[in-house]
């Protein structure tokens, strides 16, 4: 297959080409996270360039934490499955260096209309159908996490709250799994807060004990936003790393 049948981004270096044209097959799902894409070589014979533009195309990808490259196996869409990459989002580590093994009790599942902030968030129209989530996350017995997520009903259709409690693993490797949704960046907003009488009783502190605030959206390919997520952090034996390039 020739570059010419293939969407091009006019005026940019021929491995940016390639890259976009993985991309989009990503975004096609013709390879799902944990799938291993073509080789070097396949692709290479697949938008008749060398192999060494595709490499670079792959590294900068590899770069980005949408695909694994895995020594002597070949290269694979990353997926949240994975335990390198289960909680890549999440920034909160305990203070005693230890590593969290967070557990998760999803406290109500519904749908909503979305407020005008949210709907504007995820490029919706106010008034939009959403599903918003509740969810605690505990170390050791201890709430540390409470969280409320919305996602667009017209693509997570069907999620119900018994599906989620029965997941085992991370949400995101859920929304994988059962929606073929694959997160691949977040941006966040981040403050201190006090906690009011439900925060509180949520991840048991005092009244007015402070917490961390932090709003994420969360995109998948293609630049398009598929979650909200509000958390408010315990801090109290936990700090949130951020390591800075």
């Known amino acids: 297959m020739s570059l010419i049948s293939e969407p091009t981004a006019s005026f940019s270096p021929l491995y940016e080409q390639i890259k976009a044209m993985i991309l989009a097959s990503l975004q096609a799902s013709e390879w799902l996270p944990g799938d291993a894409i073509p080789s070097e070589m396949e692709l290479a014979a697949r938008y008749a360039v060398s192999q060494g533009t595709v490499r670079k195309a792959i590294d ?15 290269t694979f869409v990353a997926t949240h499955q994975e335990e390198d990459f289960q909680y890549r989002f999440l920034r909160l580590e305990p203070d005693s260096g230890e590593r969290f093994h967070l557990k998760n009790q999803f406290l109500s599942c519904e749908c909503i209309k979305s407020s005008s902030h949210i709907a504007k968030l995820l490029k919706l129209k106010p008034g939009d159908a959403v599903i918003h989530i509740e969810r605690v996350q505990s170390s050791d017995g201890k709430p540390i996490v409470f969280e409320e997520i919305w996602l667009p009903e017209g693509r997570f259709q069907g999620l119900s709250l018994e599906a989620l409690n029965a997941w085992p693993g991370p949400v995101y490797a859920f929304y994988e799994s059962h929606y073929a949704t694959h997160m691949v960046r977040a941006e966040e907003k981040i403050k201190a807060v006090l906690a009011d009488e439900s925060l509180a009783r949520h991840l048991r502190v005092l009244v007015g004990a402070a917490l961390l605030s932090v709003e994420r959206v969360a995109f998948t390919y293609g630049n398009k936003p598929v979650e909200v997520r509000h958390a408010r952090y315990d801090t109290s034996k936990q700090h949130y790393d951020n390591k800075l390039n």
């Open 60 to 74: 900068e990808l590899a770069a980005q934490n949408l695909l694994v490259r895995r020594q002597g196996k070949g």
